[in-house]
Structures are given as structure tokens and as C-alpha cells.
T-cell receptor
Framework: EPEVTQTPSHQVTQMGQEVILRCVPI?????FYWYRQILGQKVEFLVS????????KSEIFDDQFSVERPDGSNFTLKIRSTKLEDSAMYFC?????????????FGEGSWLTVV | AQKITQTQPGMFVQEKEAVTLDCTYD???????LFWYKQPSSGEMIFLIY??????QNATEGRYSLNFQKARKSANLVISASQLGDSAMYFC????????????????FGQGTILTVHP
């Protein structure tokens, strides 16, 4: 069964360092997302990406964050200068289409710990 | 804007019994999708079941069914014949239009319900 894959599964980084989280969405999917989940809290939307551009972003997704699809398969989230409060599980997700009935499938997540 | 409310922080059920996890939502969109995801302790998000706002029948998927009451804006998840492996966090989520009304992009999640299945 096709799945969204994410690397790394866990990363520990020093405050102020840049971090890149990588994702390979399901191959025939066209819409890509990043979500985050701070420990013990609900899942929050960060950004959606379609046709090589951001289609929507939340207020969390400030200038410290960027996304890129550097080739035909990878989708990355970059945090330029990490803060302690960026510690969270980051989920990549994808869906075939944009409609309300299209399921968004999630990867297994990347735990980011900022120390 | 969409809002999802899950009022049960934790639920307990005996193995082999059925359990209902509550979810209410708020939206002004005429067309939307409702989803349930399971998050085990390992952290991944597993899609369980989907209900469309125009679907006449309640969705079912194996032991999972969705009790959809549109007038009450509720979409409760029913798990029949609970198993120990059902112990996890369960999230209700909605996919509706974005603020500009141009796309359905993101999912909005509730706070989640932790389900514990006792042997």
C-alpha cells in the first residue's frame, strides 16, 4: 500500500540551528501538507503546497519556515533558526485532490527536539 | 472557519465491548468532509473513516462506523468489539473551505480522545 515516508524519524538540534525535514508523498498525489503536533496537544496545520507553490499557510508558518519540492518526489520543510518552542512532531501529508472528500494521508512523523 | 470539538479527554472500554467517541463540529460550508484518525503511542496518524456532508448513509469501515447527525453537527465514531490494539488517541477532523473560499486544503483537528481498552 502506498504511503507517505518521512526522514528523519527523530532529530535533536541546538537552538538557532537550521533543520530540514524530508518527506516523500504518495506518488500520484498532487497536494502536500505539513502539520505539527506539540506534545500532548492537537494537530495544527502549517502549510499546504500545490503546483510548486504555497496554497495556504497558517499564522504559525512565519518567515522562519519554508517549504520546497526540490525534485519530482521530495517535499521538504526547513526551519531556518530553531527555537525551543519548535520542539514538536512534524507530519507530512498528501492527498490526490483538493476536494472535501479526498482523504489526507499522513506520514509517520518526524520528532524534532530543540535543546 | 471550521471548529471541531471532542469533549471526552479520555475513555475506557472493556475488551469486546463497543465504544462511542464524540465529535461535534461547526462550519458554515454546505460541503465538507469529516474524518477520524487514530494515533497510537508510536505517533503515526492512521486514517480510519470518512463521512461526506452530503452522504445519505453513515460510513462504515470494518469495526468502525460513523454516527453522522447533520442537524446536530455531530460525527461520532463507534468502535465495535474493542480490541487491546485499539488503545490510542483518536482525532476527529474536518476538511472544509479555506478562509478565501478557494480551496478545501487543510484539515482542522479536534483535541483528541485517549481510548484505553481493558482486558
Amino acid at each position: 500500500e502506498p504511503e507517505v515516508t518521512q526522514t528523519p524519524s527523530h532529530q535533536v538540534t541546538q537552538m538557532g540551528q537550521e533543520v530540514i525535514l524530508r518527506c516523500v508523498p504518495i506518488s500520484n498525489h498532487l497536494y502536500f501538507y505539513w502539520y505539527r503536533q506539540i506534545l500532548g496537544q492537537k494537530v495544527e496545520f502549517l502549510v499546504s503546497f500545490y503546483n510548486n507553490e504555497i496554497s495556504e499557510k497558517s499564522e504559525i508558518f512565519d518567515d522562519q519556515f519554508s517549504v520546497e519540492r526540490p525534485d519530482g518526489s521530495n517535499f521538504t520543510l526547513k526551519i531556518r533558526s530553531t527555537k525551543l518552542e519548535d520542539s514538536a512532531m512534524y507530519f507530512c501529508a498528501s492527498s490526490v485532490r483538493d476536494g472535501s472528500g479526498n482523504t489526507i494521508y499522513f506520514g509517520e512523523g518526524s520528532w524534532l527536539t530543540v535543546v | 472557519a471550521q471548529k471541531i470539538t471532542q469533549t471526552q479527554p479520555g475513555m475506557f472500554v472493556q475488551e469486546k465491548e463497543a465504544v462511542t467517541l464524540d465529535c461535534t463540529y461547526d462550519t458554515s460550508d454546505p460541503s465538507y468532509g469529516l474524518f477520524w484518525y487514530k494515533q497510537p503511542s508510536s505517533g503515526e496518524m492512521i486514517f480510519l473513516i470518512y463521512q461526506g456532508s452530503y452522504d445519505q448513509q453513515n460510513a462504515t469501515e470494518g469495526r468502525y462506523s460513523l454516527n453522522f447527525q447533520k442537524a446536530r453537527k455531530s460525527a461520532n465514531l463507534v468502535i465495535s468489539a474493542s480490541q487491546l490494539g485499539d488503545s490510542a488517541m483518536y482525532f476527529c477532523a474536518m476538511r472544509g473551505r479555506n478562509a478565501g473560499g478557494t480551496s478545501y486544503g487543510k484539515l482542522t483537528f479536534g483535541q483528541g480522545t485517549i481510548l484505553t481498552v481493558h482486558p
